[in-house]
């Protein structure tokens, strides 16, 4: 009697919660929060593409976020993006800016086998 009494507490609590709603991050841009979720649906498909030991990063210039999307196996400087989604070229002077008074490092993804390194 007391298991017939404890299973249907708990399935009364189960079913009596309410699923939390999943809010997209405002601070991370729509743009972003899709191409993680692809990155994370290539590493389980192909976990030797790579992406695992990549990593987006997220600095403070300006007053604006802007995104670099390191990835350890490239030697190319990171790719930076600003919240639109618009990639900096390197040959902008307001790329030299941004390296040169970026701040407020914040990691938003690691793949799983990421490692941090120190600043490039």
Do not use: V
């Amino acid at each position: 009697m007391k298991r017939i009494i404890f299973l249907f507490s708990f399935a009364l609590l189960i079913l009596s919660c309410e699923k939390a709603k999943i809010e997209p991050d405002p601070e991370i841009p729509i743009w972003l929060q899709n191409r993680i979720s692809h990155d994370k649906e290539i590493i389980k498909s192909n976990p030797q593409s790579g992406l695992d030991i990549a990593a987006w990063i997220r600095y403070n210039y300006d007053g604006h976020y802007y995104f670099e999307y390191l990835n350890l196996l490239s030697s190319a400087g990171p790719p930076t993006y600003n919240y639109e989604g618009i990639q900096l070229k390197f040959s902008q002077e307001t790329y030299f800016a941004y390296r040169s008074n970026r701040c407020c490092k914040y990691y938003i993804w690691k793949g799983p086998s990421y490692f941090e390194i120190d600043d490039y």
